[in-house]
């Protein structure tokens, strides 16, 4: 799943474009194939977001720059969620098989299991993993404003 985080697409966060994370799925789909890449915003738990790429009523301008790119329709298509369904698919079949054998989720068998959880700047230990304080994601309270812009440039 390519990741709209700026930071994992520049090394300075300020210095993100929309073409980084078209750079970024291209340079993963020509090293491992058209049928293993797809799109994972990471919009619920990024702190600040790319130009252009501020939330789901961005996703056409940045399919059309992926077509602009070279992509092809099927490979657009993959990319775009019929990867995503193959694999869901296919672990909801997993599940199906694992439930009838009796095997019990990793959660439910993993003793002293250590959660984790990340502030925005530093991943520490989870002292709230069922969020009971209602702290969200990254443990702390959101802030109210600066995260995410109104619009996108299409």
Request: with cysteine; glycine share 8%; aromatic share 10%.
């Given at each position: 799943m390519?990741t709209?985080?700026p ?5 300075r ?5 929309m073409?980084?994370?078209v ?7 020509n ?11 990471d919009?619920?738990g ?7 790429l501020e939330?789901?009523k961005?996703y056409?301008a940045?399919?059309?720059?992926t ?11 993959k990319?775009a969620g019929?990867?995503m369904?193959?694999v869901?698919?296919?672990?909801a079949r997993?599940r199906d098989v694992m439930k009838a054998?009796?095997v019990l ?5 993993w003793?002293?299991r ?5 502030d925005?700047?530093?991943q520490m ?6 969020d009971?304080l209602?702290?969200?994601w990254?443990?702390v309270p959101?802030p ?11």
């Amino acid at each position: 799943m390519v990741t709209f985080v700026p930071e994992h697409v520049t090394a300075r966060r300020k210095n993100a474009k929309m073409e980084m994370v078209v750079d970024h799925l291209f340079y993963i789909a020509n090293r491992i194939g058209w049928d293993h890449v797809g799109l994972g915003s990471d919009f619920d738990g990024i702190a600040s977001v790319i130009p252009g790429l501020e939330d789901v009523k961005c996703y056409p301008a940045l399919l059309n720059a992926t077509l602009d790119r070279g992509a092809t329709e099927e490979q657009l298509a993959k990319v775009a969620g019929e990867n995503m369904i193959r694999v869901w698919t296919d672990v909801a079949r997993i599940r199906d098989v694992m439930k009838a054998e009796g095997v019990l989720p990793v959660e439910d068998v993993w003793e002293g299991r250590q959660w984790w959880r990340y502030d925005g700047y530093y991943q520490m230990p989870d002292p709230d993993p069922e969020d009971k304080l209602g702290l969200d994601w990254y443990g702390v309270p959101p802030p109210k404003d600066g995260l995410y812009h109104e619009t996108c440039d299409q």
